[in-house]
C-alpha cells in the first residue's frame, strides 16, 4: 500500500499527464471499443501506473465523466465529423431568390468542370470544417502540414489544398470587390464567394509537396494545375442549390448528412468504408465481408459497409463512373455483397493519384460522412510513375501514413488482406504464403486485356453479370476507337 504522500505525488503526476493528452501537440491512433463494451486502460507513458489501483480509480471517474458528457453532444455511435458540426453550405430555398438577385450586379469566375466538382466537395460538408475555397492561411497549411490548427488548437487533416485558380484577366476584373459570383461551365450562376482574399499561386511548388515530383505527365496537374491561372482566391461559399449532374447518377450521390441519416436509420453501430476507383472483384468481395465478421467478433452488432466509389475526375483509361456504379449494382444483385448491410454512393471528389498524401484526404472525407473504421490496401491513391517503368509511391506507405497522420486518431485504420485466385480452390481467397504456387495474382492491366478480347477470368474471379458489363463496355469503346 503506497504512503499517503506518495499517492499524492503520484495523484499530482497523473493529472498533469492527463493535461498533456489533452494538449494539441499529443495524439494517439486507438481503435474505439463498441459503445456496450469495455475499454482496455492504455496508458502510453508512464506504464507503471498501469498498476496503481489509486490511478484506475481516477481514470475511471474520469472515463465515466467524459461517456456521460459524451451522451449529451452525441445522439448516435456514429463518429463526430471534424470541427464537431457537418458544415452544409447550401442557400436554404427561402432566400435564393434575394441572392440570384445579389449574384446580378457582382464581378464573375467562371468554373471548370472540375472545380465545380470542388464547390459540391465543399458544399456538402466532406471537407468539415473548411467552408470555402482556401485562404491563403489555410492554404499554407494544409500544403505544407497536411492539416489545419482550429482556434481551440485542435488539428484536423486537410492533407490537399482545395482552392480555385484565376487568371490575370479576371483578378483585374475583380478589383477591390469583396464578393464574387461563381458561374458554372453551362453560363448559371452557382454560388457566391464572400469576404475573398486573392493571392499567388505558386505552381511548382504546389505540384511538388502535393506529389513529391514534379514529372510531367500527372494526370490532375496536366488537366487542371498546369492550364490554371496564376492566383487563388479564397472565400467564403455559398451555394445557391444542391449540384445536380443529370447523369442517371445522382440518386447514387448521397451527402455526408445523407449518409448520416441512412446509418442511423439502420441502427448502425459502426461504419466501415471502402473507397475504389475499379470493378469490384471477389477478392475486394471477400475482404469486405471478412471486415464485417470481424467487427461482429469485436462485439459491434450491425456493422454497416459504405462501398464508395469515387465520381470525380479520373484519368483517361480508368473505366468510366457509370459503368463502375452499373457493375457494383449486379455485385449487390448477385449477393456477392449483402443488400441490407451494403450502401453504395458515390464520392464526389476529384482524383488525384498522389498517393499517401491524397489518402489522407479519403479517409478524413469519410469521417465526415459517419465512417469510423477504413479500409486501406496497397497503394492507394497510387498510380504508375510517369516517365519511369516504376510505381510513383511505396505501395505500402500509404497504410503507414494513415496511422500516423495528423488529425485522423479517431478513424480505426484497416489494413488492406492480400487476395489471390486459388487454383487449388477455384475462388478468390486470402494469399498463404505456405503454398504461393497455388496463387495468381491478376492485375488491372490482365483484368483489362481479358475484358478486351472478350475472354472469361478464371472461374469465381468476378460474379459473371458483373463480368459482362465489363466486356460490354470495352468492346464498346474498341468499336469505337475502330471506326474513328
Keep these: 500500500m503506497p504512503s499517503i504522500s506518495r499517492s499524492k505525488t503520484m495523484v499530482g503526476m497523473f493529472h498533469r499527464y492527463l493535461n498533456y493528452l489533452k494538449s494539441p501537440s499529443f495524439s494517439i491512433l486507438t481503435l474505439q471499443a463498441p459503445p456496450q463494451t469495455e475499454a482496455t486502460l492504455q496508458l502510453p507513458v508512464f506504464s507503471s501506473f498501469q498498476h496503481s489501483p489509486l490511478i484506475k480509480l481516477i481514470y475511471q471517474q474520469n472515463r465515466i465523466k467524459c461517456n456521460n458528457s459524451n451522451k449529451n453532444m452525441i445522439k448516435s455511435s456514429l463518429i463526430e465529423p471534424d470541427g464537431g458540426t457537418l458544415v452544409d453550405l447550401i442557400v436554404p430555398e427561402s432566400q435564393r431568390d434575394s441572392k440570384m438577385a445579389e449574384v446580378e450586379s457582382m464581378a464573375k469566375v467562371n468554373l471548370t468542370r472540375i472545380d465545380m466538382e470542388w464547390v459540391h466537395v465543399i458544399s456538402e460538408g466532406w ?61 448559371d450562376f452557382v454560388a457566391i464567394l464572400r469576404s475573398i482574399e486573392i493571392y499567388k499561386h505558386n505552381k511548382e511548388e504546389r505540384i511538388a509537396r502535393t506529389w513529391g515530383t514534379t514529372a510531367p505527365g500527372l494526370p490532375y496537374v496536366d488537366e487542371v494545375i498546369t492550364p490554371s491561372g ?141 465512417a469510423n473504421f477504413y479500409i486501406v490496401g496497397r497503394d492507394p491513391a497510387g498510380m504508375a510513375h510517369p516517365t519511369e517503368k516504376r510505381d510513383l509511391y511505396d505501395p505500402d506507405h500509404g497504410k503507414k501514413v494513415l496511422t500516423m497522420a495528423p488529425g485522423l486518431h479517431k478513424l480505426n485504420i484497416l489494413p488492406f488482406k492480400v487476395a489471390a485466385y486459388d487454383n487449388r480452390e477455384n475462388k478468390m481467397a486470402f494469399f498463404d504464403p505456405g503454398r504461393a504456387k497455388d496463387f495468381l495474382f491478376i492485375s488491372g492491366t490482365k483484368m483489362r486485356a481479358y475484358a478486351k478480347n472478350g475472354e472469361n477470368p478464371p472461374n469465381g474471379f468476378m460474379c459473371p453479370s458483373g463480368w459482362k458489363v465489363l466486356v460490354e463496355y470495352y468492346q464498346s469503346s474498341q468499336a469505337e476507337e475502330a471506326s474513328q
Excluded at 467552408?131 to 497536411?146: D, I, W
Excluded at 466501415?272 to 470481424?294: I, Y
Excluded at 456477392?336 to 478524413?364: N, R
Aim: glycine share 8%; with cysteine.
Design 127 to 187: 471537407a468539415s470544417p473548411l467552408r470555402g475555397f482556401m485562404r491563403e492561411n489555410e492554404y499554407l497549411q494544409s500544403l505544407h502540414f497536411n492539416c489545419l490548427r482550429m482556434e481551440d488548437g485542435s488539428v484536423v487533416n486537410m492533407s490537399l489544398p482545395i482552392v480555385l485558380a484565376i487568371d490575370d484577366e479576371i483578378k483585374e476584373r475583380i478589383g477591390s470587390s469583396l464578393h464574387v459570383a461563381l458561374v458554372g461551365p453551362l453560363g
Design 230 to 370: 496564376d492566383w487563388l482566391i479564397g472565400g467564403d461559399l455559398e451555394v445557391l442549390k444542391p449540384i445536380k449532374y443529370s447523369d442517371g447518377l445522382d440518386n447514387y450521390r448521397l451527402s455526408p448528412k445523407q449518409l448520416r441519416k441512412e446509418f442511423e436509420s439502420r441502427k448502425a453501430d459502426a461504419v466501415f468504408a471502402f473507397q475504389l476507383r475499379n470493378p469490384v472483384h471477389n477478392g475486394h468481395a471477400l475482404l469486405m465481408n471478412d471486415t464485417r465478421k470481424r467487427l461482429l467478433e469485436m462485439g459491434y452488432k450491425n456493422p454497416i459497409l459504405l462501398l464508395h466509389p469515387l465520381g470525380g475526375f479520373t484519368k483517361a483509361d480508368d473505366v468510366p463512373l457509370d459503368v463502375r456504379m452499373e457493375q457494383h449494382s449486379k455485385v449487390l444483385e448477385d449477393g456477392v455483397l449483402d443488400p441490407e448491410t451494403t450502401i453504395v454512393a458515390i464520392f464526389p471528389s476529384p482524383m488525384h493519384y498522389a498517393g499517401p498524401t491524397e489518402v489522407q484526404w479519403h479517409a478524413k472525407a469519410r469521417i465526415n460522412a459517419g
